[in-house]
């Protein structure tokens, strides 16, 4: 299947801090990519879409000056998280649809755990 | 997007066959079925998914009713390494970023020896 990097895996920061997560779709092209977040002992919640080339819509309650998403290419995708407080300790996960395919199946990162102190 | 109900949890011993029953009654005609597991402090990993066919490949076998109305994931010869959430997810295909993932509590299957 096709496979999804994410960059780091593990991040610690200090609150009040700023913090880079990359999403890597590494053998195919993703006009879209998906963002969620998922606290401990939960189910998975969509944060945001990023479409290649354009704005990111952000779910309902998501605020998007705090979790900026850039999706400046077809293999790429970043979520910063802005001014981190420890309520956004979380682990976040990225996806990457498959365009153009029959299949339109999305494919997920390792996931990245973000702790802020 | 139509609601599926899974079962909280289930065991399954290792060697036989795990059947994982998901029901999704208000099921729409152009949605497929798909199926995700996520293994403890991983992202999910995609296994299979249909729309009104069975399906089967290398991880799994999806049996869908005829009346779409409910789905059954099999894992032939379920290992400790199966130990996983399963979430069953009901989308619609190709219908731009419309077309997203909504992920419920999913089914915890815990594989024993």
């Known amino acids: 299947g096709a496979v999804v990097s994410q960059h780091p895996s593990r991040v610690i920061c200090k609150s009040g801090t700023s913090v880079k997560i990359e999403c890597r779709s590494l053998?195919?092209?993703?006009?879209?990519m998906f963002w969620y977040r998922q606290f401990p002992k939960q189910s998975l919640m969509l944060m945001a879409t990023?479409?290649?080339?354009?704005?990111?819509?952000?779910e309902q309650g998501v605020e998007k000056d705090k979790f900026l998403i850039n999706h400046a290419s077809l293999t790429l995708s970043t979520l910063t998280v802005t001014s981190a407080h420890p309520e956004d300790s979380s682990f976040y996960i990225c996806s990457a649809r498959v365009s153009g395919s029959s299949t339109d199946t999305q494919y997920f990162g390792p996931g990245t755990r973000l702790t802020v102190l | 997007d139509a609601k599926t109900t899974q079962p909280t949890s289930m065991d399954c011993a290792e060697g036989r066959a795990a059947n994982l029953p998901c029901n999704h009654s208000t099921i729409s005609g152009n949605e497929y079925v798909y199926w995700y597991r996520q293994i403890h402090s991983q992202g999910p990993q995609y296994i299979i998914h249909g729309l009104k066919n069975n399906e089967t490949n290398e991880m799994a076998s999806l049996i869908i009713t005829e009346d779409r109305k409910s789905s059954t994931l099999i894992l032939p010869h379920a290992t400790l390494r199966d130990t996983a959430v399963y979430y069953c997810i009901v989308r619609p295909q190709n219908t731009g970023t419309a077309s997203k993932l909504t992920f419920g509590t999913g089914t915890r299957l815990q594989v024993t020896l």
């Open positions: 990023s479409n290649e080339g354009s704005k990111a819509t952000y």
């Open positions: 053998d195919f092209q993703a006009t879209t």
